[in-house]
């Protein structure tokens, strides 16, 4: 209940200052004592007793000592509770061999001046200290609850789970707190699958779909619940997917972030404008205040060498100034002809402490992709099927044909804790990502594949800001919590290109799929001023949300949001709004005992559209509207996390033809006026369970079922269909690690599984991929405690699979055949 921990903090940081303002035993405590302070809780299995004495196998290596008590923590099972501030800047010589839990305590914290002293279920630390003569005495025990930001971080925990997460609502919740479908892919999930970008996170995260193909780019298409993803955020803060229509650019590097957060159905509250199928939200890695540092280098299959550098601390002695940067390289061949791949990025952040409650954070991460080729879009026989002994290298580009992007990011947060346990916050984000590229199209004329050739230029500017106060109050003998907030944003997007003459005509040039060389056709002269597009969108939005504790078991949380949407067109000067739009939230929480909770929940969102009827008048946004009800299961201090949700989606307002207006529609030179009347009905289950199932063992599976069909069409014939038989309906993804024990507590042994059925094309329904079920492997070794060698194996068993379907000239395109990365990695 994050009221009375706020009150429990809050009521803890007076007797900290008293303390520090009376110099209780004058000269001993240097510094600040403590602002903030934690209780770490690492309970993956049940409840053991503090006093122990059964021993166990350990091999934790040296390192900071807040790192080697949390892994501590998560192997032995045992809740510690402990400030940060005490831990901060002390090394550990970590813990190998077998120890009684009291014994392996001792050991981790030789000469660092604490202590640990049983308290419940666990272990309290305390610190003791000398007062002259060489007398010991001990402070007296405060005991305090974690913040949500060390709650929610997840690098350095081991676990497959995290203890909260706000992008569903901007309130820090647990996942069992929350009355939507979430799902977090952590640190340790990212490094045991050896994921490098975000379409490798988001093809592990329950619900979520990606699909290659249809745009030409670095990255995929990302669905969920049958609608795509319109809202990519970063550590909260909305930017918007995608480009244009033709190319994709999200395919973000995973090096810098700490964990992918994401919410599945209408999120209007939190993102504004956009589409009733989930929110991805990016977390970065923040500073920390003990030195930390890493490298790591890999090989892989095709020629793939990778190499990463992460270093952390803080900057001036007091700690109140900390950095961290980030550095990783990657020079890649792909599994298919003519293709090179280059990527860098750097990323950088500092953070200070101004006063005892107020911290400003401010960084930048510039990312560069200089590619050779593209992803092959391969065609199918002009009668659906798939090219018959067709190898999965084949790319039928050219030489010449490239895709370089650039981005450079800058952002600055500053927060501020209040006496009275409310906290304000100011986040502000500015992204330029830029793309160049050149790529080959495929088209049937005469019954002949012929060649196209294409280039586009992309100058993209994208900001965001939000302004938000958050914190508990009183009303009718019970503490609640309020948040407040305003935000703004705005993507400018410039787009121009154009094609070689030849291109659609009868004079392209000639493809022989089997037989294809990359080098015959010449570059031939762009014009660049064929096509162009440009136009600015702004939002601003006030919001607000308030989670009421209406009985001991029973939450409310109600939220609003009102929208101002602006787009303009610069390429023909027409332009559309929509004014105070109104998104509302709803969800209830009932816990049914201290570890299970049932919810159902209401949310909305909406999509603007530029389309007018045949009286020239703006049609209303797209609606998308989200019911859902579940059951959420939190257990082992919540290191373990199941969820079960059946959902009912409906879009609603789509713009379709006015078949009885005139056409063309005044003021157009083609087609029909339109009229808002499509519907899609969305309905499905979802089911997953994350986290550790023992102190040694983490898992994280889930099972997704979802039908999209249209339920008003202005085609009476679709009604009834679905509405994007591209997607898969079942899908099934499961990751899970296992750490050896005894004289093999050096290995660490995982795979993965993901499975979907049967799929066909939105664009030619003969154009079907049976379903198919892919396998990875992966160990880990510690050849030192500093030292550790992970390989990936992907797709085991070779499976030869489609990932995605197109249409007859493209959109086609190959699953990655079985491929193996070996990195070693080194903690400084």
């Not at 009885?660 to 529609?665: E, H, M, R, T």
């Not at 880990?780 to 379907?805: C, G, I, M």
């Amino acid at each position: 209940m994050k009221h009375a921990k706020r009150a429990r903090r809050a009521a803890a940081r007076q007797p900290i200052r008293n303390m520090l303002r009376q110099r209780i035993l004058t000269g001993a405590l240097r510094g600040a004592l403590l602002s903030l302070t934690v209780t770490v809780g690492l309970l993956p299995v049940a409840a053991t007793h503090a006093q122990q004495t059964d021993a166990r196998e350990y091999a934790i290596p040296p390192g900071s000592l807040t790192e080697t008590l949390n892994r501590f923590g998560a192997e032995s099972g045992l809740l510690l509770s402990f400030s940060t501030e005490l831990t901060t800047g002390l090394h550990s010589p970590g813990l190998q061999g077998s120890y009684a839990a009291h014994t392996a305590l001792q050991v981790l914290l030789a000469g660092s001046g604490l202590e640990a002293v049983p308290h419940g279920d666990g272990y309290l630390l305390r610190k003791t200290i000398s007062i002259g003569t060489g007398a010991m005495i001990t402070l007296p025990v405060v005991q305090v609850l974690a913040p949500e930001i060390n709650r929610a971080t997840t690098e350095g925990t081991g676990s497959y789970s995290t203890g909260s997460m706000n992008t569903a609502t901007k309130l820090s919740l647990s996942l069992r707190e929350t009355p939507q479908s979430v799902s977090v892919l952590t640190r340790q999930q990212i490094e045991d699958q050896g994921l490098v970008t975000l379409d490798d996170a988001l093809q592990n995260i329950t619900g979520l779909v990606v699909q290659k193909g249809y745009h030409v780019g670095d990255s995929g298409n990302f669905s969920a619940r049958g609608f795509t993803i319109s809202n990519l955020l970063l550590d909260g803060l909305p930017t918007s997917t995608g480009a244009n229509g033709t190319f994709n650019a999200d395919n973000d590097a995973l090096d810098i972030y700490d964990r992918v957060e994401v919410v599945r159905g209408a999120t209007g509250l939190t993102t504004g404008a956009g589409t009733p199928s989930a929110a991805i939200n990016l977390v970065r890695k923040r500073p920390t205040a003990e030195p930390r540092g890493s490298i790591s280098a890999g090989a892989g299959s095709w020629d793939n060498y990778r190499v990463a550098v992460d270093a952390s601390g803080a900057l001036n002695q007091a700690g109140t100034l900390r950095g961290r940067a980030v550095a990783t390289a990657q020079d890649a061949d792909k599994f298919y002809d003519v293709s090179h791949d280059r990527n860098h990025q750097l990323y950088g952040i500092l953070e200070a402490d101004l006063t005892l409650d107020t911290m400003v954070s401010i960084g930048f991460h510039y990312r560069k992709v200089d590619n050779d080729g593209t992803l092959p879009s391969l065609p199918t026989d002009p009668d659906g099927r798939f090219l018959p002994g067709l190898s999965r290298s084949t790319n039928l580009a050219n030489d010449f044909d490239y895709w370089k992007q650039t981005d450079r990011t800058l952002f600055a947060e500053l927060s501020h804790h209040f006496s009275s346990g409310w906290q304000a916050k100011a986040a502000a984000v500015w992204k330029r990502p830029e793309q160049d590229m050149v790529f080959t199209g495929l088209y049937y004329n005469g019954g002949v594949l012929r060649q196209s050739t294409q280039r586009y230029r992309l100058d993209n500017e994208q900001d965001s800001y939000d302004l938000s106060l958050d914190g508990p109050f009183s009303l009718f003998g019970r503490t609640h919590e309020l948040m407040l907030g305003a935000s703004h944003r705005t993507l400018d997007n410039l787009n121009w290109g154009g094609w070689a003459a030849y291109s659609w005509t009868a004079a392209g040039p000639e493809v022989d799929p089997y037989h294809w060389d990359s080098s015959a056709v010449s570059r031939p002269d762009i014009d660049m001023t064929l096509w162009h597009w440009a136009y600015t969108a702004r939002q601003n939005g006030v919001y607000a949300a308030t989670r009421l504790n209406l009985a001991d078991p029973l939450k409310l949380i109600l939220g609003t949001r009102i929208n101002w949407y602006k787009n303009k067109n610069h390429s023909d000067g027409t332009q559309f709004a929509i004014n105070r739009e109104f998104t509302p939230y709803a969800g209830l929480i009932f816990d049914l005992d201290d570890f299970h909770s049932v919810y159902a929940s209401w949310t909305e969102i909406f999509e603007p559209q530029s389309s007018r009827d045949r009286n020239a008048k703006l049609l209303d946004p797209i609606t998308g509207t989200n019911y859902e009800a579940g059951i959420k299961g939190e257990y082992f201090e919540g290191q373990l996390n199941a969820s079960l949700a059946v959902f009912v989606v409906r879009q609603q307002n789509r713009a379709v033809d006015d078949l009885s207006g005139p056409n063309p529609c005044p003021g157009s030179t083609w087609g029909y006026c339109k009229r808002a009347s499509g519907e899609v009905e969305s309905k499905g289950v979802e089911l997953e369970v994350g986290g550790a199932l023992t102190p040694d063992w983490q898992i994280m599976t889930g099972y997704t079922y979802v039908a999209a069909k249209f339920t008003k069409d202005a085609d009476a014939s679709n009604v009834g269909r679905l509405f994007d038989p591209s997607l898969p309906r079942h899908q099934l993804k499961l990751t899970t690690s296992y750490r050896l024990s005894n004289a093999f507590s050096q290995w660490r042994i995982g795979g993965s599984l993901y499975a979907q059925d049967r799929v066909k094309s939105g664009d030619d329904a003969r154009i079907q991929q049976s379903g198919y079920a892919i396998v990875g492997l992966n160990a880990a070794y510690h050849l030192t405690p500093q030292t550790e060698f992970r390989l990936n194996v992907n797709n085991v068993f070779d499976k030869r699979y489609y990932q995605s379907v197109g249409w007859d000239g493209g959109g086609n395109v190959f699953g990655t055949p079985r491929n193996f990365m070996l990195t070693v990695s080194h903690t400084l």
